[in-house]
């Protein structure tokens, strides 16, 4: 590893550390959640997705793994937003979410297991034949289906919400 690839990882890694720290603020405070605007984000990330498949398509057989890397990214999208608390204020009637602390490491765990594919990789592309760009593609449909499935999960229990504020 040469001093330029250590430097990377160095400022990487504190970037994350960063970006986690940020959300470590966040947790357990009420925020506001706007339901409407839910779609924004894995429409655009969408959309740069399938911009990148696009110029880069995968080949064949190919296509199961990146519809994989969308169903597993669904799967664990979907959890994490379960870990979500979803209320109405009863004063002002805006839907409010608060992370529980469970989500914050449930997404650490994503990020290291993230982390650690993308190293794997070099291992798994000489047993199984994958490529750098099929692996981008699957990290791409991953992150896809992770946004979506966590965005349409509040979304639904958002919508399932009592009109009068009132919870069970």
């Known amino acids: 590893m040469t001093n330029e690839d250590l430097l990377r990882y160095v400022l990487i890694g504190a970037a994350i550390v960063v970006a986690l720290l940020i959300r470590l603020r966040r947790i357990g405070r009420w925020q506001r959640l706007r339901a409407g605007a839910l779609w924004i984000v894995p429409a655009i990330f ?27 990214g669904g799967f664990f999208g979907w959890q994490r937003g379960r870990l979500v608390e979803i209320r109405i204020d009863p004063d002002s009637g805006f839907l409010l979410q608060r992370s529980s602390p469970t989500a914050f490491l449930f997404l650490g765990l994503l990020i290291v297991v993230r982390w650690v594919l993308h190293g794997a990789v070099g291992l798994a ?13 699957i990290f791409i449909a991953f992150a896809t ?13 958002a919508r399932r919400l009592p009109a009068d504020g009132e919870g069970p």
């Open 125 to 137: 592309d000489a047993r199984w034949h994958l490529g750098a760009m099929l692996v981008s593609d």
């Open 46 to 72: 969408t959309a740069l997705a399938a911009m990148i498949l696009w110029q880069f398509p995968p080949h064949g057989l190919e296509w199961l793994w990146v519809a994989f890397g969308l169903a597993a």
């Open 145 to 157: 289906g992770v946004l979506g499935a966590y965005r349409l999960e509040l979304y639904l229990r």
